[in-house]
């Protein structure tokens, strides 16, 4: 059976396409819906269509000009990267600060790099990095060679200790008040790796990346597999029961669809109370992402809240929010980001890593 190899290509927003586009009410339902679970069915925009009262038509009409006027990045499968046993963590690096855009193309260069930021602090560039269970390097490896590369003044490895929520859904409808407010408090599950097997490895190969916005999307991919667009479905109903798939979903271009700010709340906190507050801030609908994370003498934050808003005045009220309504916070800052070098998808099972491995490292 055939299997693709696609490489991730990173969407360079320009200035003229860096602005909010404006949306009216059934686009605003339409994308609340595509963030949500996107139906594992042949005809998934059907199922929308009845949810959000309108057409099948007109649904993929409107979300393939989405698409077009970049608001909508890509629908996609979104994989778990633990459950496949990828090790990840975010990393804070101090660069020059006069040049940061050397060291930026540095780090982008690597395949498990998905993000990359300059932040408004010493420890000026944010990035995740990802790496394959069999890298021979390892986490510790690859930083020592991309510490070496870019010349990094420090670098401080922030694993996450304590997931508390990792859900990147925007609220087209909603207003600050909406996103500054919280919902019902829920401890997650933690994902640690599963057992997956080679058949495993192709469909993630197959489906990731974008899907096509068709009547029938996962055609393409069952079609490439060999199997009916049934058996995908099932097997990826199967991969989602199994952890290895969180959901599929519509993933957004922050700033063309309004939310035009982010901001990285980070939290000292009351060291016996990590799980219970971490679980509070997690319930904001601002607050996309959530971990505790370790500390150091020159990082004394235990807790990471990830802000969305569409200015910085309504991340500020989302995180002001926070400060206000939950007890046992003990210092706090924001960290605001004014470049984005890198935003991507993390594509699995590809052959770039190694290639990067072996002309960065010889190995």
Known sequence: MATSDKTAVPKIRSRKDGSAVPLDATDKSLMNTLQGAFPLVPRPYAEIATRVGISED???QRTQRLEKERIIRQVTPIYDTRAFG????????????????RPAKVINDHPGVSHNYLRNHDFNMWFTLA????????LQGTLDVLQELTGAESIRQLPTLQLF??????????????????GVAVAPAETERQPYDEFDK??????????????EPFAPAAAELGISVQSLLEHLEGMTERKLLRRVAAILFHRRAGFSANGMGVW??????IEEIGIRMAAYRGISHCYQRPTYADWKYQVFTMAHGRSKEECD???????????????RSTLYSSTEFKKIRLMYFTE????????????
């Open 58 to 60: 007109e649904v993929l």
């Open 202 to 215: 192709k469909v993630v190969r197959a489906t990731q990346g974008s899907l096509p916005i068709v009547q």
């Open 317 to 331: 009220a989302i995180l002001d929010a926070i400060a206000n309504e939950v007890p046992g916070i003990e210092d």
């Open 131 to 138: 790496v394959e269970e069999d890298s021979k390097l390892g």
């Open 86 to 101: 990828y090790g990840s963590m975010l990393v804070a690096a101090k660069v020059d600060p006069e040049n940061p855009w």
């Open 165 to 182: 929520k990792i859900r990147m859904d925007l609220d087209m409808a909603g207003d600050t008040k909406d996103l500054a407010t919280a």
């Open 268 to 273: 000292q906190v009351d060291p016996d109370r």
């Open 352 to 363: 770039q890593f190694k290639d990067w491995e072996r002309v960065n490292a010889g190995v």
